[in-house]
């Protein structure tokens, strides 16, 4: 099958003392249609500046280095002008951040912010790209999404704002959805409800997902591969069940034997 993202050789370089820095250090990966991609590793392990290299969103004064190359359904990322990159952000790829509440403006409402999304990628009216916001919200799980639409983002809980900044990333229907850290703000009740949606929308859509994580258990039960991220480079990639049975690279081992596990009660149960 012909991968939907495919990244080689990718560098990012940040100037320092003696010379640059590189965070991401030759990282190569794919992403296949419909796939589900874990990017795990430790923090400061370049995983979020990847996420980010991949919409050319890498903060400055860091910079791609030459040689790098990033494909998204075919089209060279790092050869686009402004006006077709700004398309193929949210067209062909969205991201979502970790923290809702410090990506959405706090001084415009969450159905407009959904709206302005919708027109910026669709030539529909302002009723039309209202009815589409409010028929996403309703989409992940907002309760009476006409009244939501003009709550602002302080107005709701966390949990609630991931689930508008997912509306957000399902606007213009993309095929790869770049979820980093998704969850990590959120309480574990509300974690749960926030993956089980991105599994319901993954599955409704077709969508691959490229998901960022330092959590292992959730890796465990969701991706179908992984890709192990240490000190700027990947170091170790596998289909999630055979990664967990037999880890190849010393740094995967080490991540593994981390992950806390319950004592064994009398009698054997667990």
């Known amino acids: 099958m012909t991968a939907l993202l495919e990244v080689r050789d990718l560098r990012i370089a940040f100037p320092a003392p003696g010379g640059d820095r590189h965070p991401v250090d030759g990282v190569s990966l794919t992403v296949a249609p419909g796939e589900l991609l874990a990017l795990v590793g430790e923090s400061g392990s370049g995983k979020t500046l990847t996420g980010l290299a991949l919409l050319r969103l890498v903060p400055p004064p860091g910079r791609i280095e030459p040689g790098s190359s990033i494909r998204l359904d075919r089209t060279d990322v790092l050869a686009l002008a402004d006006e077709p990159l700004r398309q193929l952000r949210g067209r062909k790829a969205a991201m979502v951040f970790q923290d809702p509440l ?15 999304t919708v027109r910026a990628h669709f030539p529909v009216t302002a009723r039309a790209a209202r009815q589409r916001a409010e028929a996403l919200l309703a989409e992940v799980g907002l309760p009476d999404p006409a009244r939501r639409y003009a709550a602002y983002p302080h107005q709701l809980s966390g949990g609630m704002r991931q689930r508008v900044m997912l509306a957000i990333a399902l606007a213009a229907e993309p095929a790869l959805l770049i979820a980093d850290e998704p969850t990590s703000a959120l309480d574990v009740t509300v974690q749960a409800q926030v993956l089980a949606l991105l599994d319901r929308l993954r599955a409704a859509h077709g969508m691959a997902v490229l998901l960022i994580t330092h959590d292992l258990g959730i890796v465990a039960s969701r991706a179908d591969r992984v890709a192990v991220m240490q000190a700027g480079r990947i170091v170790e990639t596998a289909p999630t069940a055979a990664l967990f049975r037999a880890p190849a690279h010393p740094y995967t081992q080490s991540l593994l034997a981390a992950i806390p596990r319950l004592p064994r009660a009398a009698g054997g149960a667990t």
């Open 102 to 116: 410090a990506s959405l403006n706090p001084v415009l409402t969450v159905g407009e912010q959904v709206s302005e």
